[in-house]
């Protein structure tokens, strides 16, 4: 461990006598945080899943490339918005375009995975995504 906190392994780990964590925790895990209202996505999210049951908007120039967020549909009886934030390109892996209008719909416990390959774009694919 340098005086950063990063770890580098050389050889075979073994990790049974323990666990691995960094700032967010156990690595093996992905942190969940729940969102009862309207949200807008910050840096903090990366490598979290977002529960939320009303709007989520992805905001352009916040997130690093290699950066990943989750968003689950939970909790609720409706289907939410994904909004677009002004300056992103959003684009819709299953369709292989950018997003018609920016804005997805993500269905009753639907589940999708954002990934930024730049702060000013950002991949998306799921489960009950439209």
Same mark, same amino acid.
């Not at 997130?63 to 290699?66: E, V």
């Not at 799921?126 to 995504?129: H, I, K, Q, R, Y």
């Given at each position: 461990i340098n005086s950063l906190g990063d770890a580098t392994f050389i050889g075979a780990v073994n990790a049974s006598a323990g666990t691995v964590?960094? *700032?967010k925790g156990d690595v093996r895990k #992905?942190?969940?945080s729940g969102q009862g209202s309207a949200y807008t996505l910050v840096a903090s999210? @990366?490598?979290k899943a977002i529960g939320g049951t009303a709007t989520i908007t992805v905001p352009n120039g916040v997130? !690093? !490339?290699?950066d990943a967020v989750t968003i689950m549909n939970e909790n609720s009886s409706a289907d939410i918005? #994904? !909004?677009q /934030? *002004? /300056?992103l390109t959003l684009w819709n892996a299953t369709a292989g375009s950018n997003a018609a209008g920016g804005d997805r719909t993500l269905g009753i416990r639907g589940i999708c995975t954002l990934y930024f390959p730049s702060s000013s774009q950002a991949y998306i694919s799921? @489960? /009950?995504?439209s």
């Open positions: 964590s960094d *700032s #992905i942190p969940r999210d @990366a490598g997130f !690093a !490339a290699g918005t #994904i !909004a /934030g *002004s /300056g799921g @489960a /009950g995504l």
